[in-house]
């Protein structure tokens, strides 16, 4: 879905309805962010660059 998201006139959040979502900019940028609620007030929290690099599992020698 976030992958094939176009860039915008405006920026535009992908969400799941859960709090964590992507976050496309007008120029094609991608992050994630998560919305939370602290002392009763909307929060957003950013977690880096989409997609995030995946680990690789390193099984020997």
């Known amino acids: 879905m976030c992958r094939k998201a176009p860039p915008r006139e405006k920026n535009c959040k992908l969400t799941d309805g859960r709090g964590l ?3 496309v900019q ?3 940028s991608r ?3 998560v919305n939370y609620r602290d002392g009763g007030r909307q ?3 950013s977690f880096g660059v989409y997609p995030l690099p995946q680990r690789r599992l390193h099984s020997g020698p």
């Open 21 to 23: 979502h992507p976050f």
């Open 43 to 45: 929060r957003t929290a």
């Open 31 to 33: 992050y994630w962010r």
């Open 26 to 28: 007008t120029n094609g």
